[in-house]
């Protein structure tokens, strides 16, 4: 499976789309539409997108942010494709591959809601996303809504 454009456009609103760099809730670097710049993109002022180097010291374009988002959005999706063992509908799959992209995938594929999917329990994932909204250890407000928006979209 992969996100639908419903779902693409729920992530680009709760994550945001920046053209320029900026630190998130945690205070790491980011841009685009939540990407996490790495430390050989902060040490170089590049950012490889489809293949080509592009530098973003001033800005990205839009065009830029959303090549860079399609690029970003493949391992999310890889991992929710190869680690829920259940039927999954479109509307639970983007729920999961936005929280996927946003806790990563070493995260999710060690997580008690995956455990919980996978034993069919589909009515514990909304509680079990919920407990992820932190950042630094701290409750994040924004975090708490947008779980609450992925859980609305995950029962809808």
Known sequence: MHMSPHGRKLLEE???VRLKAYKDSAGLLTIGV???LTKSELSSGKIDI?????KYVNALTLEQADALLEQDLKPAETTVNNHVKVELNQNQFDALVSFTF????GAF??????KKLNNGQ???VPGQL???NKAGGKVVPGLNKRRESEV???NS
């Open 130 to 132: 919920m407990r992820w």
């Open 109 to 114: 594929k060690g997580s008690t809601l995956l």
């Open 50 to 54: 489809n293949d080509e180097s592009v």
């Open 122 to 124: 589909y009515d514990q």
């Open 152 to 154: 609305k979209l995950w």
């Open 34 to 36: 939540g990407h996490l």
């Open 102 to 105: 946003n806790v990563g995938g």
């Open 14 to 16: 709760w994550e945001g």
